[in-house]
């Protein structure tokens, strides 16, 4: 792929999951902003954006080939986000309450920081809880009747406001684990603190991992592909 300033960053990362690490190495969000050329990118954050190409072209590390997302039909790529990463979310959301609240117990005092935290990761277990409901009920069951041929104009025709929201929402998760990341030093447990303290903030960066490739596949590849679909079959 030929990366200059004028690239969009979701389609780099789309093209190759493993360059997310040099965005996140730059500093630069890749999932909910990834729509932005790394020119954008790097002015909003007072970024070298010949830096950043060079890391790019000098190629992603790691042995392992990125598994190609964009090939797949859109109702398994539906499929795929909603049995691997929803479940994730959904069970990860019941192990992490109850570690966030016993270190907010055990530390809070000397780290008050924590009790932010983990009003911070309540107000996106509830969020999300509710976003991934929307999407299972409003978006992935047009994309699958897409694919199948049978979709009514009326659902193609609110397909576009439905994923608006879900991106803004995405955004919302974003902006609240960045402050998640900056008020726990980036997940790194103090020198007072416990070993469950470490399991938890752990836990939280696993979390955290995981919700940006989720929200790449859906904002740089599923809700693209799934509109300009319905654009083929009707105008919106």
């Known amino acids: 792929m030929n990366i200059t300033k004028d690239t969009i960053i979701g389609d780099i990362v789309a093209n190759d999951y493993r360059a997310a690490a040099v965005f996140k190495e730059s500093g630069i969000d890749f999932c909910c902003h990834g729509n932005r050329t790394i020119q954008e990118a790097c002015n909003e954050d007072n970024i070298d954006a010949d830096k950043v190409i060079e890391l790019l072209v000098a190629g992603p590390q790691g042995s392992t080939a990125a598994v190609d997302y964009r090939t797949w039909p859109l109702d398994l790529l539906a499929d795929y986000i909603e049995k ?15 570690y966030l609240s016993k270190i907010c117990r055990v530390h809070g005092d000397r780290h008050p920081e924590l009790w932010e935290i983990n009003d911070l990761f309540n107000e996106s277990a509830e969020e999300l809880t509710i976003h991934m409901e929307k999407e299972e009920d409003r978006v992935f069951p047009i994309v699958r009747k897409m694919m199948e041929g049978n979709v009514a104009n009326a ?49 939280l960066h696993e979390f955290e991992e995981d919700l940006h490739l989720h929200i790449h596949l859906e904002n740089n590849i599923l809700f693209p592909k799934a509109l300009d679909g319905a654009k083929s079959i009707v105008t919106i």
């Open 84 to 98: 691997k990463h929803h479940r994730y979310v959904r069970a990860k959301i019941q192990e992490i309450q109850p």
């Open 155 to 203: 659902d193609l025709e609110n397909l576009q406001a439905s994923i608006e929201e879900m991106m803004s929402e995405h955004d919302n998760e974003g902006e609240r684990f960045r402050k998640i990341s900056a008020l726990s030093n980036h997940f790194t447990t103090p020198a007072d603190g416990c070993n469950t303290y470490k399991v938890t903030l752990n836990l």
